[in-house]
């Protein structure tokens, strides 16, 4: 069992930047790909990010390239999503999720990850 918390949301102007954190207990931290999700009101839970296990290989969802960036921490069982140039669009509750390491073609769809946190809310106002 993982037990996963987020933080780090909040309200914040376009443009700005936020740092969400998920801090994992419970099982060997670096046995999981970790995964960002982000599901906004009305629209299903989507992919927003991954890094593997080792944090060497990381992918994004196409909306948040080159904005928002993945990293961990396995010395402080915690994976990051920095977030920077923020968009309304972005406005959403944010999960972080762990995934038991398997195909990484599969990265990308819930059904991979076992475990999730409770979610964070991030605003971005126009």
């Known amino acids: 069992q993982v037990q996963l918390v987020e933080s780090g949301g909040g309200l914040v102007q376009a443009g700005g930047s936020l740092r969400l954190s998920c801090a994992a207990s419970g099982r060997t931290f670096s046995n999981y790909d970790m995964g960002w999700f982000r599901q906004a009101p009305g629209k299903d839970r989507e992919f927003v990010a991954v890094?593997?296990?080792?944090?060497?290989?990381?992918d994004y969802a196409d909306s948040v390239k080159g904005r928002l960036t993945i990293s961990r921490d396995n010395a402080k069982n915690t994976v990051y999503l920095q977030m920077n140039s923020l968009k309304p669009e972005d406005t959403a509750v944010y999960y972080c999720?762990?995934?038991?390491?398997?195909?990484?073609?599969?990265?990308?769809?819930?059904?991979?990850?076992?475990?999730w946190g409770q979610g964070t809310q991030v605003t971005v106002s126009s």
């Open positions: 890094i593997n296990w080792s944090g060497g290989i990381t």
């Open positions: 999720a762990a995934s038991s390491l398997g195909n990484w073609y599969y990265r990308r769809g819930l059904d991979r990850y076992a475990y």
